[in-house]
């Protein structure tokens, strides 16, 4: 069984570029979560997404934006990049809920962005 | 905001030594989830609590939840090189995970 798959792995941009990551999520997943991950903040939950609809969004300014498309494949976008927008993307699809239980999240080895 | 604070921060220890990774938070969570993410990975789950006072073991690593689900601990007995790596909890409510900041465990040879 395939698992999540993010593309790019690695990147540089430059300040006031936009970026878009890409996120395939283990096949039959239909929700798909992004993080933003530095050494600082630790794990920051951007948005996620369940059947095409953003189900929960976390406290990130408009600049970061994502959709879900009917495979359930998702993108994120962060439009006029700042310098403090270097970090590790990461990609989770979660499980389905089994007997009460929540799903676990089936993370992606990341994009890796550096603005310059 | 649900916020979980880990600690410690860092931790460094030699092989053989047993350890314990204390996460905490003032909200409750349906259930807290333990990960382990290696350098260019992603995290990978490592066990799911849902129960307070629920206690699992998973070979040398033994989990628990809080009775009042509101933290959570991991012990680790006779750590080995192979358990470095960043522990990270994540408390869960209405499907959504909120992480806490990590424990680097570093375990010396």
């Known amino acids: 069984k395939a698992g999540v798959t993010q593309t790019p792995r690695y990147l540089i941009k430059t300040r006031g570029q936009q970026v878009t990551l890409s996120c395939s999520p283990i096949s039959g997943h239909r929700s798909v979560s992004w993080y933003q991950q530095t050494p600082g903040q630790g794990l920051q939950f951007l948005f996620e997404y369940f059947s095409e609809t953003q189900r929960n969004k976390g406290n990130f300014p408009g600049r970061f934006s994502g959709r879900q498309f009917s495979n359930s494949r998702s993108e994120m976008n962060v439009s006029t990049l700042e310098l403090g927008d270097s970090a590790l993307y990461l990609c989770?699809?979660?499980?389905?809920?089994?007997?009460?239980?929540?799903?676990?999240?089936?993370f992606g080895e990341g994009s890796r962005l550096t603005v310059l | 905001t649900q916020l979980l604070e880990q600690s410690p921060q860092f931790l460094s220890i030699q092989e053989g030594e047993n350890l314990t990774v204390y996460c905490n938070s003032s909200?409750?969570?349906?259930?807290l989830q333990w990960y382990r993410q290696e350098p260019g990975e992603g995290p990978v789950l490592l066990v799911t609590?849902?129960?307070?006072?629920e206690v699992k073991k998973l070979k040398r690593l033994t989990f628990q939840f809080g009775d009042a689900r509101k933290d959570s601990s991991l012990h680790i007995t006779a750590a080995q090189p192979g358990d470095t790596g960043l522990y990270l909890c994540a408390g869960v409510n209405a499907g959504k995970s909120t992480f806490g900041d990590g424990t680097t465990l570093t375990v010396k040879p």
């Open positions: 609590v849902v129960t307070g006072g």
């Open positions: 909200s409750v969570f349906s259930s």
């Open positions: 989770a699809s979660r499980r389905p809920i089994l007997a009460g239980v929540p799903g676990e999240l089936f």
